[in-house]
Antibody, heavy 122, light 106 residues
Framework: EVHLLESGGDLVQPGGSLRLSCVGS????????MAWVRQAPGKAPEWVSF????????YYTDAVRGRFTTSRDNSKNTLFLQMDSLRVEDTAIYYCAVMTRGVSVGCQFDYWGQGTRVTVSS | DIVLTQSPPTVSLSPGERATLSCRAS??????LNWYQQKVGQPPRLLIF???NRAPDIPARFSGSGSGTDFTLTISSLEPEDFAVYYCQLRSHRPPFGGGTVVEIK
């Protein structure tokens, strides 16, 4: 069964940076597109970014474009989210998710990790 | 951008009862509608994709229907483990989620 493990969440001040990681196991990581989805306390999930299997052409929601960078290292089965210029409104649990149908048909989040908590506060 | 509106926000039911959850899109989205279940302290789990297709290992008591702008998730007979929050989501390149419906024990 697909297993995803996120890490890197922390308490950070506004304007700070964090780098999240997501390690995938028990499936062929390099074959599938991946996404980051976040969920603020008491709110619905919100898609953040996705990247195709090869790591090219990451795509971002408007709220994070220019501040966040998604990348992946398929040799290490790892997805990354570099988060810069963090804002209070970025506070959320960040999940990584597998997109088994790829990116061309739009986003379907088939498998999710347990998430890592990011808190942006002074 | 397309907006998804779920109703009701909360529904109170007893085990064994039927649950009917609604998701309305602000414009025609054909059949590109997914449903997720989220229990407290857990990530969302994909239940239904493309309106009516159950994801792997999802029990047959979960079913989806609809097209265009109006979609329904039905749980035919609620089990204790089904009390959770349910979200709809549009399968698109800018994929919105609905606001969720809480299915709580009456």
């Amino acid at each position: 069964e697909v297993h995803l493990l996120e890490s890197g969440g922390d308490l950070v001040q506004p304007g700070g940076s964090l780098r999240l990681s997501c390690v995938g196991s028990k499936y062929t990581f390099s074959s599938f597109a991946m996404a980051w989805v976040r969920q603020a306390p008491g709110k619905a999930p919100e898609w953040v970014s996705f990247v195709e299997s090869g790591g090219l052409y990451p795509y971002y929601t408007d709220a994070v474009r220019g501040r966040f960078t998604t990348s992946r290292d398929n040799s290490k089965n790892t997805l990354f989210l570099q988060m810069d210029s963090l804002r209070v409104e970025d506070t959320a649990i960040y999940y990584c998710a597998v997109m088994t149908r790829g990116v061309s048909v739009g986003c379907q989040f088939d498998y999710w990790g347990q998430g890592t908590r990011v808190t942006v506060s002074s | 951008d397309i907006v998804l509106t779920q109703s009701p926000p909360t529904v109170s039911l007893s085990p064994g009862e039927r649950a009917t959850l609604s998701c309305r899109a602000s414009q025609n989205v054909a059949s590109t509608l997914n449903w997720y279940q989220q229990k407290v302290g857990q990530p969302p789990r994909l239940l239904i994709f493309d309106t009516s297709n159950r994801a792997p290992d999802i029990p047959a008591r979960f079913s989806g229907s609809g097209s265009g702008t109006d979609f329904t998730l039905t749980i035919s007979s609620l089990e204790p483990e089904d009390f959770a929050v349910y979200y709809c989501q549009l399968r698109s390149h800018r994929p919105p989620f609905g606001g969720g419906t809480v299915v709580e024990i009456k």
